[in-house]
């Protein structure tokens, strides 16, 4: 399995290169900002290029089978910006998985089912601005005929991966708060060598 990994400098792309590398049998291409950037791949397989252009995203997903994306919202519209890429590439490419990194704010609400946790009075963050980002991916997302799954973890403490956690399809797991950047790792690998949530959110907590 060859896996376009975006967002590879971020501590949930590490934690999953790290999980991928236990295991073996996948190649890894990671696009990257800056050129003599330090990951535990082959040099060979780190792509220089900006998520926001589409012929960066093309160089990358040209050589994978599978899209793992672990991008986060960066304080602008980059996380949708590189969405519209991503899809058009994994379309130009013939590629039709792709895992992403989401927030436990763009699952439903289980006071208010019809509104999303950030929406509700389910989430205590004040600030709106990422999960709204988040959202329109989600939305874009379902307008695809791809085979997407938005892993939506809750707070995100760093720690290792001790594979005991809880998931549910849409919702957060009723009463979780945390799970950790190391876990997050373990169920992403987990979906893509076992997909179970198939154009599906999912929600992650202990």
């Known amino acids: 399995m060859n896996i376009a990994l975006l967002g590879a400098t971020g501590r949930v792309g590490q934690a999953f290169i790290k999980e991928a590398q ?6 890894i291409f990671a696009l990257v900002r800056s050129a003599g950037t ?7 397989h780190i792509i220089t290029g900006n998520a926001r252009r589409r012929e960066d995203i093309g160089r990358l997903i040209s050589k994978a089978d599978t899209v793992v994306s672990c991008l986060g919202t960066d304080g ?6 590189a969405m519209i890429h991503i899809v058009d ?24 089912p019809d509104k ?13 601005r990422a999960a709204k980002e988040h959202a329109r991916v989600y939305e874009m997302l379902l307008a695809e005929d791809i085979d997407w799954t938005i892993i939506c973890p809750t707070y995100l403490p760093g720690g290792e991966a001790a594979g005991v956690y809880r998931f549910e399809q849409d919702q957060l797991p009723e009463g979780g708060t945390e799970i950790t950047v190391g876990d997050t790792a373990h169920f992403l690998y987990r979906e893509l060598m076992n997909p179970q ?10």
């Open 76 to 81: 602008d519209d980059t996380l949708s910006a």
């Open 38 to 44: 330090a990951l535990p791949i082959s040099e060979k």
């Open 89 to 112: 590439s994994m379309k130009q490419h013939h590629v039709q998985r792709l895992i992403t990194i989401g927030t436990a704010g763009i699952l439903q609400s289980r006071l208010m």
């Open 22 to 27: 236990k295991h073996g049998h996948i190649e």
């Open 116 to 128: 999303y946790r950030f929406e509700s009075s389910e989430s205590k963050r004040k600030s709106t």
């Open 197 to 206: 949530f198939v154009r599906k959110r999912v929600g992650l907590a202990y």
